[in-house]
Each structure stands twice: as structure tokens, then as C-alpha cells.
């Protein structure tokens, strides 16, 4: 049967790779596996055909989702191969050190899965940016990229700070993958903004809030949070309750379907057109419980309406009742309230592996050592401890051979601060625990770009500091950085 995708419009992400502007999310088939249960692939497959006809021909999963990856497969190979169509997946690994070879084999099975020679968008998610693995893996999966064993380089989940690293590393990042909501509006702040200037795709997530966001809960009493029935519930209702409680939720949905009457539409419609018309979103992700539930009737009722600007103030009227989510796209998987099905990180990693190694001396003296050879060669540490005191020496955005943050002055200060933070976790401490810095420049015209990374990354700390311009050796270098820290009980 020939696709029709005449209803559906289509946003191109990157030469070659054109997307639905509704993709449809598999996340929720790890949720119907839950328990020992499985899904019926061939039943499954069909479920996925049914969207593909109807023009909502993207789809977006992760190698841990389930067998996502394995029905995708189904769907897409089998006996009449669908080219027709994209596969969108994840790489989530585990934190820790990796290897190129590590990477490749992630690839490939993902590859093996999809019953594809090519990954159409490969979304690499990192756990902890202060440990430089993530780094070592996404030039490994440009390396892989270049081979042609995966088409585009997206992330997933992942602040402005580090979309920037990234970015000006030369590793050509297409498209990230954010939370954003009526409830959740954080990539308004910083992420749209960059995303626009650096034409970078952002794919939204979580556009009804786990159902929240619908007409199945207004006027509603609330519900017992113990009890709710799937995953993303679980995670929603944390957001719900963040964001201004059960009050809040409902002055929302009551705008909502103010605006859904106008139109004719579902509250969920509202929610999920109010994000597709939103700054950088090349495309809303929309969950699908696949053999289940399907609302793709519902769905393409998305293309038939457009909100107007009373229907934005309206929306927006409501929303600024709510109470900003905190920190960035992504800060619910790294920093606390984590804002997850389980309200930590137990249900995602087992622990988190020192970034550097650490030695001992005789006097109980611990160091940590980055791995540069300048470290090697110069004798000294990249941070030591004594007591409850950490030094960290002058640091530059180096990782082995390469110089993190190419020539933008605040992408390099971005990655000299993870590195600092790497040791002082290495050394058991937090970046909450440094007491004065020390900035280096080499270009006086670079000083607000970096002191504002300073005050981004250190503004709830506040410790003592010094900007001084320097010759720094290696002129490829902007910034160099060194740090204090006074280790706390808490």
C-alpha cells in the first residue's frame, strides 16, 4: 500500500533526513512489558503500519525501551523492506568508561534490531557530563558516522551548556531531545534560542505530561500518587506537583479546553499544538501504546487548526500561575528533585564510577590525574586532597589529543568546569563545595562570555574569585581555570 502524507507536514532535520512533525514515541512498549510480560511483535508491527499510512511515518525509541527496537525492525524489514519511513533510536548507555569498540557494537545492534544498514538518527544520552566518557563517545559515534553507519547525530535530553560543547567540538549535533509542556517550559529559557541560532532541531517529549494534560482529567479529583497506573504517570505527577500542585493543573486544563472549545479540538490537542508552534521544535514526539490504545484520529486533528494569539494569551495567562520547573532540559536525570518515575535514579543506573582514577600516598594524601601528558611531564596532579582541602590545578579544556570547545570561549569555560567538578567527585566532593576559582583569559574581549559561564555554573555558590587576562601556554587555549574547595558534612 502507497503512504499518504499529504496531511501531515514534514520538517527536514538535516540533508537527507526529512521527519513527520509528530513522530510516534515507543517508550510506552517498556511499560507494557513491565513485569515479564511481552508484546506480540507482528501485532505490535501492525500498529505501527496503521501510523505510517495515515502519514505519521517517523518513529522514535531507544535501546532501552523495551523491544521497541526489535517490532521497529519487524515493521520496517521483514518481507517488503519500508525505506518510507524513519527510525529514530536512542544509545543510553551505562556510566562509566567506554571504548570504541563499546560503541560500535552498541551501533550495530542497534542496526541488527532495526533491520537497517544505516541508523537514520542516532540520540546519545550522558549521565554525567563532569565524566569525560561522554565526550570519548560521541566523537566515536561521529566516527561511525562518517563510515556510514549512521546517517545524523542527535542528543537526547541534554542542557544548553553541553549542546554548546558539543557543538563547537565539531561534532555536528542536529537535533536534541527535550521535555516541554504547558507544565514544563524550560527550553524557553536558554535551550530555543541556541537551538535557532545554531540550527539545531529540537524534538519535544512529554507534550501531555503523561496524560495530564487532557480532558480525561478535568475537573477531576486527585488522584492517590501511590497508585497511578503507568510510568509516565509516575514521572508526570511529579511535574504536576512541582510545577503548583493539582490547582495549578487544573487552571491549566481549563484554559485548555476554553481554547479546545474555540477549535473544536481535545485539551490534547491544545497541549500539543501550543509546543509544535513553538520556537526550534522541528517535531512533538507523541507516546503510542501500540496494539492498545491509539488515538491517530486525534492526533492528525493536530494540522487541522492553528492557535491564535488569544488563544496563546490565554494559555499562557494560565501557565504563568504555575511555578517554573528547575534547571534546564534534561536536569531531572542528573541533579536533584529528580524528577523520574521512581523520584531518583534507582530504576536508570546501578552507580556512578569515578570520573579519574585516584592514588594514595603514604601520608594519606589522594590525587586525581585527567591524563594529560602535561600532568606526566610538568609532575604535577590535576587536583589533590588533604583533610577536608582540595586544590585544582590551573585547568584547560583539554581531553587526551583534543581541545574541547573549539574556539568559543564559553564552550571551553563550560568544559574546564566539568572537569573540575570530575575530580572534585573523584576526590568525593561537589562543585557546591569550591570556595574561590581563578580565571585565566587569553583575550581580554573573551572576559563576559566567560565570567557569564562562571555565574551560570557557580551563581548558587558564589565563591571568592579572580578574571585575569594571561598568556596561557598553547595558544589554541582561551581559558585556564583552578579551584579551592573546603569538603562539607552535607
Known amino acids: 500500500m502507497t503512504m499518504s502524507t499529504t496531511s501531515v507536514p514534514r520538517h527536514t532535520i538535516a540533508p537527507g533526513l526529512t521527519i513527520s512533525r509528530v513522530l510516534t514515541g515507543l517508550w510506552q512498549v517498556a511499560d507494557l512489558e513491565r513485569d515479564g510480560r511481552s508484546l506480540d511483535h507482528d501485532v505490535a508491527a501492525a500498529s505501527m503500519a ?43 548507555p551505562s556510566p562509566g568508561p567506554l571504548t570504541r569498540a563499546d560503541v560500535r557494537t552498541s551501533v550495530q545492534r542497534a542496526l541488527d534490531r532495526l533491520q537497517r544498514t544505516r541508523v537514520d538518527l ?162 512533538i514526539i507523541i507516546g503510542a501504546r501500540l496494539g492498545s490504545s491509539e488515538h491517530i484520529d486525534d492526533t492528525l486533528r493536530l494540522f487541522a487548526f492553528e492557535l491564535t494569539d488569544e488563544d496563546h494569551a490565554e494559555l499562557e495567562a494560565a501557565v504563568a500561575t504555575l511555578s517554573p520547573l528547575p534547571g534546564e532540559p534534561g536536569d531531572e536525570y542528573r541533579v536533584p528533585p529528580f524528577l523520574t518515575a521512581s523520584g531518583d535514579l534507582s530504576h536508570h543506573v ?46 584547560t579544556a583539554t581531553h587526551g589529543s583534543r581541545v574541547i570547545g573549539g574556539s568559543d570561549p564559553a564552550a571551553q569555560a563550560h568544559a574546564i568546569i566539568d572537569k573540575i567538578t570530575g575530580a572534585l567527585q573523584a576526590l568525593g566532593a561537589r562543585l557546591d563545595d569550591v570556595i574561590r576559582t581563578r580565571v585565566f583569559v587569553r583575550h581580554m574581549a573573551d572576559w563576559e562570555a566567560v565570567a557569564r559561564v562562571h555565574g551560570e555554573r557557580f551563581g548558587h555558590i558564589q565563591p571568592a574569585n579572580t578574571l585575569v587576562q594571561a598568556a596561557l601556554v598553547g595558544d589554541e587555549y582561551l581559558v585556564e581555570i583552578e579551584a579551592d574547595a573546603l569538603v562539607s558534612d552535607t
Not at 518513529?59 to 521497529?72: K, R, V
Not at 512529554?206 to 509516575?234: H, I, K, N, Y
Not at 490534547?268 to 508552534?277: D, F, G, K, Q, S
Open 350 to 395: 546501578a552507580s556512578f564510577p569515578s570520573p579519574y582514577p585516584v592514588r594514595i600516598d603514604a601520608n594519606g594524601r589522594r590525587r586525581v590525574l585527567s591524563g594529560t601528558v602535561w600532568e606526566r611531564d610538568a609532575g604535577y596532579a590535576r587536583a589533590m586532597r588533604v583533610g577536608d582541602t582540595i586544590s585544582v590545578s590551573g585547568t
Open 122 to 283: 542516532m540520540q546519545f544520552h550522558a549521565w554525567n557530563y563532569a565524566d569525560p566518557a561522554w565526550l570519548d563517545a560521541l566523537f566515536w559515534l561521529d566516527e561511525l558516522r562518517q563510515e556510514g553507519l549512521i546517517a545524523q547525530l542527535g542528543l537526547t535530553n541534554t542542557d544548553t551548556a553541553h549542546l554548546r560543547v558539543a557543538r563547537a567540538s565539531g561534532i555536528p549535533i542536529v537535533s536534541n531531545q527535550v521535555c516541554w509542556s504547558l507544565l514544563d517550559r524550560r527550553p524557553r529559557s536558554r535551550m530555543a534560542a541556541y537551538a535557532l541560532q545554531q540550527g539545531v532541531s529540537l524534538l519535544a517529549y512529554g507534550t501531555v505530561a503523561g496524560g495530564f494534560l487532557s480532558d480525561r482529567w478535568l475537573d477531576r479529583a486527585e488522584p492517590d500518587w501511590a497508585a497511578l497506573e503507568t510510568w509516565s504517570q509516575m514521572k508526570y505527577g511529579r511535574f504536576v506537583r512541582t510545577a503548583g500542585g493539582w490547582d495549578g493543573l487544573q487552571r491549566v486544563l481549563q484554559a485548555a479546553r476554553t481554547v479546545a472549545d474555540r477549535h473544536g479540538v481535545s485539551i490534547a490537542n491544545v497541549a500539543c499544538r501550543y509546543v509544535l508552534e513553538q520556537p526550534a521544535v522541528g517535531g
Open 50 to 92: 496503521a501510523y505510517a499510512e495515515r502519514g505519521l511515518t517517523t518513529f522514535d525509541m531507544a535501546d532501552h525501551y523495551g523491544s521497541a527496537e526489535l517490532i521497529a525492525g519487524r515493521f520496517a524489514g521483514g518481507r517488503a523492506p519500508r525505506e518510507d519511513v524513519q527510525l529514530l533510536t536512542k544509545w543510553v
